[in-house]
C-alpha cells in the first residue's frame, strides 16, 4: 500500500533548528503536489508549506521565512527545514499530498519545541 513516511523530529529550544525528511513508499500514481501538514491535541491537522512538482513553495503565514520546504522527486524524498523554531511549531507533522489523501497517511513525526 503506498504510504508516506516522516522522520526527523525531536527537541529543540526556541531559536533552534530542525529538519525533517518525508519518504514516499509505493506506487503513487499520477503528478502531484506535497506538503507538510501539522497535528496539534485538540485541533485539525493544518498546512504548513505544499510544494509543487515545479517548485514552486507555499507556506502558512506562521512559518513564512523560517521553513524551508524542498522535493527530489527521482529520490521520492520531500524534507522541510525548520529555523528560528518556535514553541507554537511544537506538534506532529505529517507528510502527504496537497491536497491530502487519506490513505497516504503515515505515522508523523514528533516535534517539541521548549526552553
Known amino acids: 500500500q503506498a504510504q508516506f513516511k516522516e522522520s526527523g523530529g525531536g527537541s529543540a529550544r526556541p531559536g533552534g533548528s530542525l529538519s525533517l525528511s518525508c519518504e514516499r513508499f509505493?506506487?503513487?500514481?499520477?503528478?502531484?503536489?506535497t506538503a507538510w501538514y501539522r497535528e496539534v491535541p485538540g485541533t485539525q491537522r493544518e498546512l504548513v508549506a505544499r510544494i509543487s512538482t515545479s517548485g514552486r513553495a507555499v507556506y502558512a503565514e506562521a512559518v513564512e521565512g523560517r521553513f524551508v520546504i524542498s522535493r527530489d522527486t527521482s529520490k521520492r524524498m520531500m524534507t522541510l527545514e525548520m529555523n528560528d523554531l518556535e514553541p507554537e511549531d511544537t506538534g506532529v507533522y505529517y507528510c502527504?499530498?496537497?491536497?491530502?489523501?487519506?490513505?497516504?497517511w503515515g505515522p508523523g513525526t514528533q516535534v517539541t519545541v521548549s526552553s
Open positions: 509505493g506506487e503513487m500514481k499520477g503528478i502531484y503536489n
Open positions: 502527504n499530498t496537497w491536497p491530502h489523501t487519506p490513505s497516504y
